[in-house]
C-alpha cells in the first residue's frame, strides 16, 4: 500500500468542492488514513514547497496556500502515487484531461484545486510534515 498526500487548496475549499473531491477519492479505492481542515502559515507553506524555492513562481505559490483554509487528506491504496496523479490530471487545467478533478474544478494552472505527491518517498514526507502516525488510522 502506497501513501500520497491530497491537500484541497485553498481555491477548492473556497469553491465549495471539498465534498466533491472526497467523493472522487473514494469512488477511485483509496482509503483515507487522516482527515483535517487547517489554514497554512506563509512558513509552513515556504516549508512544504521548498523543493521549488529557485522557481519564479514559488513566492506565488506560497502566498496562495497561506491565503485560505485547506484540507489534508492522507490516502492510500496499490499504486497511490500514479492513480492519484492520473486522477487530478495535468497542472495546467487547459492541459488536464476530461474528467480530471484539476479539468472539473480548478481556475487555473496556479489555483489548480488539488496537490498530489510526486513519489512514493515525498508521500511519506509529506505525510509525516501535516499527521503524526498515531492520527493515521489503517483500515481493515
Known amino acids: ?3 500520497t ?3 484541497i487548496k485553498p481555491d477548492g475549499v ?6 466533491k473531491v472526497i467523493d472522487r477519492i473514494e469512488q477511485e479505492g483509496f482509503t483515507i488514513l ?10 509552513v507553506a515556504e516549508d512544504f ?4 524555492k529557485e522557481r519564479p513562481f514559488f513566492g506565488e505559490l506560497c502566498e496562495f496556500m497561506s491565503s485560505g483554509p485547506v484540507v489534508l487528506i492522507a490516502l492510500a491504496r496499490d499504486n497511490a502515487i ?3 496523479r492520473t486522477v487530478i ?4 487545467p487547459a492541459e488536464a484531461d476530461d474528467g480530471t478533478i484539476r479539468k472539473l474544478y480548478a481556475r487555473s494552472k496556479g489555483e489548480n ?9 515525498n508521500g511519506i514526507l509529506e505525510i509525516s510534515k501535516f499527521f503524526s502516525e498515531m492520527e493515521l488510522i489503517e483500515q481493515k
Open 34 to 43: 487522516g482527515m483535517k481542515r487547517a489554514r497554512l502559515s506563509k512558513a
Open 82 to 84: 500514479n492513480h492519484w
Open 1 to 3: 500500500m502506497e501513501r
Open 113 to 121: 484545486t488539488v496537490h498530489g505527491s510526486d513519489s512514493v518517498e
Open 5 to 7: 498526500l491530497c491537500i
Open 14 to 19: 473556497q469553491s465549495k468542492v471539498v465534498g
Open 89 to 92: 490530471g495535468a497542472t495546467n
Open 49 to 52: 514547497y521548498a523543493v521549488h
